[in-house]
């Protein structure tokens, strides 16, 4: 897609690959999109142990980058244990000491997407339990708000114990699926909001760019949160090409769907958007 | 955009889902048995667009809401189903 002259470049910040198919990765790049962040996640199901998380980490760290390369993507992604696994708290402390092992690896961006669900004790024990572990290990941290009607609340309980971390500066935490009632919450606490493009949940696309000509747009992002679930891997230049037709400037877009999220982004020394050699056979 | 732009590039979007929500409250009256808690929200949801007050969407979203400030005591379910469930006692 072209934006006045200019051919588009986006970065998907928010897309769970490893439930795509290939094809999406083409259409993606077609699309121009220059890099795929893929946050662990709930499977869909729960794992039954420690080492199904051992494997996932392996799979983000390992597989998918060169699953995303062949076709010329750069991949990163974000290591945790999802909240809707965090009432088991023994698990989750379990899978937490798996991580720091993975922190290293040349794709990890950070801790996410960390958060609540059900806005239950544990959860919220288990989310603290692991912004302790960004702190600790100097990591970005990318936060999962719940869906829906806990929505509200989720938002108001993870500010609150982010804003009891004194080690926590508000610009290195991206809350994600921020909508109309949250979005003046996270900015105003100095974090970044990410606002999320579904079809039936979250935000429409116009319904985005309503929100970023409300609050502007100094510290958000969109993503298309991409899974195995009623999602577009491709909502976010969708959304560019709506901001298109509502007159906003190729530079504005740009901003929004490049700029923004590769100024987060690049607050770790990972995340760099060279140009990368597509590997052949393997995996 | 000027409102008359606002107008050109929504109006039928807009107007297509008025009528699917009113094409589903009518399929809601049509059928047998009683209303739940999230039938109740919706309604007390669609107040929030009368007038001519701004961030309607604002207004909608927490009529949904959970706007309580405690966490709960346990999990009891992954899923969501769009309204909080103790609306009622709101």
Redesign the interface.
């Known amino acids: 897609m072209e934006m006045h002259g200019i051919t588009m470049r986006y970065i998907e910040p928010h897309a769970h690959m490893v439930s795509r198919v290939t094809d999406d990765y083409e259409r993606m790049v077609l699309a121009g999109c220059a890099a795929v962040c893929e946050p662990a996640f ?1 499977a869909g199901f729960d794992r039954g142990s420690p080492a199904g998380f051992q494997d996932y980490f392996s799979q983000l760290t390992e597989h998918e980058p060169k699953r995303a390369a062949k076709h010329g993507l750069k991949h990163f992604c974000w290591l945790c244990i999802n909240s ?1 696994e965090a ?1 088991d708290v023994k698990l989750a402390e379990e899978v937490v000491a798996l991580v720091p092992h993975f922190l290293d690896r040349p794709n990890v961006l950070g801790i996410g997407e960390i958060g609540l ?8 024990r288990v989310f603290e339990m692991q912004v302790e572990l960004a702190a600790r290990h100097n990591q970005l941290i990318l936060v999962h708000t ?8 989720g938002t ?2 993870i500010l609150e114990a982010l804003k009891n971390d004194p080690r926590i500066r508000p610009d290195r935490v991206i809350i994600d699926h921020v ?3 949250t979005v003046e919450m996270v900015l105003d606490a100095g974090m970044w909001a990410g606002m999320t493009l579904y079809p039936e949940t979250k935000c429409t696309p ?2 985005a760019i ?1 929100i970023l000509e409300t609050y502007g747009q100094e510290r958000l992002w969109l993503n298309s949160a991409c899974d195995w679930g009623v999602s577009d891997p491709l909502a976010v230049p969708k959304t560019a090409l709506e901001m298109k ?3 906003h400037h190729a530079a504005a877009i740009d901003q929004v769907v490049f700029q923004n999220p590769k100024r987060f982004l690049s607050q770790s020394p990972k995340f760099k958007l060279q140009e990368i050699i597509p590997t052949s056979k393997s995996g | 955009m000027n409102r008359q732009q606002v107008l050109d590039l929504y109006f039928l979007d807009a107007r297509h889902k008025l009528v699917d929500l009113a094409a589903f409250l009518d399929r809601v009256d049509r059928a047998r048995g009683r209303d739940d808690f999230r039938l109740k929200a919706f309604r007390a949801a669609l107040r929030g667009l009368e007038g001519r007050k701004r961030n309607r969407a604002k207004r909608v979203l927490l009529a949904f809401s959970d706007l309580t400030s405690k966490p709960v005591a346990k999990a009891e379910t992954k899923g969501a189903s769009g309204a909080w469930k103790c609306m009622a006692s709101r």
Do not use: F, I, M, V
């Open positions: 709930w809707k009432e669900n059900k806005n239950s004790r544990n959860e919220l719940p869906h829906l009607e806990d929505k509200w609340k108001r309980l909508e109309e009632h116009a319904r309503d037709k509502r007159g």
